[in-house]
């Protein structure tokens, strides 16, 4: 009589199941890829996109005064009171801030990445990493009411500034047009420096990776063919490190674009895109106003990561 005990078990009805189940997943690898890419498209065009386009649908309808609030009938009113001269200066002023921004990163955040890829030791490198990361862990809102305090009148900027001797050369900057204003918190330099602060990091690593993709060999062959270190750095660096610019600039000018709580905490008086929009929302109840006043950064920032595209900008994130 056979030892019962020495023979392998019998497959189960549910473990042939499986079995057959992971044959037909693993031969059609299209039913695999769907059964994956399933939910997270099915979340994101239902409750991202479809949210989306329900509150653009909104724009084409028209707002009650009286009533104070929106009518079913159809119009267009909506977009053509975005060309009036106070809502067009308000997407000037915003448009304005985000390039500013933008340009302010570059400067200040091409050096630092340059000197992290190139010229920075495996510890000094992460040393310098946590430093760009560590103001991304405050709070966004603890980080601009501290400006606020930082910039005010008798802060510590002036008190720093005023200890250099150098109070008197801000005092003539704030009488700029434009750039300037009653105290630096109130001014237009002073909303630049905290855009630029808290979206500095979004710059300095994408073009940090571009520039570690730069062979270091490249640099050494101009240097050794006599170009002088400015012409290698536009003939040769620049244009290898573009794409990671670019790459940048999308974060820090969408960002900027959308922003309404350092507008409205720092700054002269003013709307932008942001504020307007969560004024006429939050406050007014005028919601196709502010779906069509949402329609114009979504028109710029396509437009922009269009043009990033095909400067080969997401090959660099």
């Known amino acids: 009589m056979p030892d019962t005990a020495a023979l392998p078990p019998l497959p189960s009805a549910s473990t042939g199941l499986r079995q057959q189940l992971a044959t037909l997943l693993y031969q059609r690898?299209?039913?695999?890829?769907?059964?994956?890419?399933?939910?997270?498209?099915?979340?994101?065009?239902?409750?991202?996109?479809?949210?989306?386009?329900?509150?653009?649908?909104?724009?084409?309808?028209?707002?009650?005064?009286?009533?104070?609030?929106?009518?079913?009938?159809?119009t267009t009113d909506n977009f053509t009171s975005l060309l009036t001269p106070a809502n067009y200066d308000i997407v000037l002023r915003t448009l304005g801030m985000a390039v500013a921004v933008t340009l302010g990163?570059?400067?200040?955040?091409?050096?630092?990445?340059?000197?992290?890829a190139h010229h920075a030791g495996p510890r000094e490198k992460?040393?310098?990493?946590?430093?760009?990361?560590?103001?991304?862990?405050?709070?966004?809102?603890v980080k601009a009411y501290a400006w606020t305090m930082l910039l005010a009148q008798g802060g510590v900027i002036y008190w720093a500034l005023d200890g250099l001797g150098v109070l008197p050369a801000?005092?003539?900057?704030?009488?700029?047009?434009?750039?300037?204003?009653?105290?630096?918190?109130?001014?237009n330099l002073g909303r630049f420096l905290v855009f630029t602060y808290i979206w500095l990091p979004f710059m300095i690593l994408p073009i940090q990776a571009a520039i570690e993709r730069v062979p270091a060999n490249l640099l050494l062959a101009s240097a050794d063919l006599g170009a002088h270190p400015f012409k290698t750095f536009t003939t040769v660096l620049w244009p290898l490190a573009f794409p990671g610019v670019v790459a940048g600039s999308i974060f820090t000018f969408s960002l900027?674009?959308?922003?309404?709580?350092?507008?409205?905490?720092?700054?002269?008086?003013?709307?932008?895109?942001?504020?307007?929009?969560?004024?006429?929302?939050?406050?007014?109840g005028n919601i196709p106003l502010a779906a069509a006043f949402t329609c114009v950064p979504i028109v710029l920032i396509t437009l922009y990561l269009a043009m990033a595209r095909r400067l080969g900008a997401f090959n660099a994130l």
């Open 105 to 116: 990163c570059v400067l200040i955040g091409f050096p630092m990445a340059y000197y992290m």
């Open 29 to 74: 690898r299209t039913l695999t890829l769907l059964l994956i890419l399933t939910p997270p498209l099915l979340w994101f065009g239902v409750v991202y996109v479809g949210s989306l386009l329900t509150m653009l649908s909104q724009s084409v309808f028209a707002f009650d005064e009286m009533a104070m609030s929106v009518t079913n009938e159809l």
């Open 126 to 141: 992460g040393i310098f990493f946590v430093s760009v990361m560590l103001p991304m862990w405050a709070s966004y809102i």
């Open 170 to 187: 801000l005092e003539a900057v704030l009488k700029w047009p434009v750039v300037g204003g009653d105290t630096l918190a109130t001014s």
């Open 256 to 284: 900027t674009l959308g922003d309404y709580i350092i507008p409205q905490l720092i700054g002269p008086s003013g709307f932008f895109i942001g504020n307007m929009v969560y004024t006429l929302q939050g406050t007014i």
